[in-house]
């Protein structure tokens, strides 16, 4: 799946997500899709998902709590 199959709400939570916009084209593909993977992609067993998302946190070097959580929640509908 790529960016434009997104739901405008989980492009949104990626255009929020904190250094995105200074990621190099590389690395905005790679952090992309370990990102769809672990907060997009619905088919996946929860240890999958769980697994992108650590291989993202460690790839990007982002820290988790600077996650836009409330976000996603909101994306997901669960608020």
């Given at each position: 799946?790529?960016?434009?199959?997104?739901?405008?709400?989980?492009?949104?939570?990626?255009?929020?997500?904190?250094?995105?916009?200074?990621?190099?084209?590389?690395?905005?593909?790679?952090?992309?899709d370990?990102?769809?993977?672990?907060?997009v992609?619905?088919t996946?067993?929860?240890?999958?998902?769980?697994?992108?998302?650590?291989?993202?946190?460690?790839?990007?070097?982002?820290?988790?709590?600077?996650?836009?959580?409330?976000?996603?929640?909101?994306?997901?509908?669960?608020?």
């Amino acid at each position: 799946m790529a960016y434009d199959d997104w739901t405008p709400e989980f492009r949104d939570v990626w255009n929020d997500i904190p250094g995105v916009p200074l990621f190099r084209d590389y690395e905005r593909e790679i952090s992309a899709d370990l990102y769809e993977r672990g907060w997009v992609d619905g088919t996946l067993t929860p240890e999958e998902r769980e697994e992108a998302r650590q291989e993202f946190f460690d790839f990007t070097g982002l820290e988790e709590q600077f996650f836009p959580w409330d976000e996603w929640r909101e994306a997901m509908g669960y608020e």
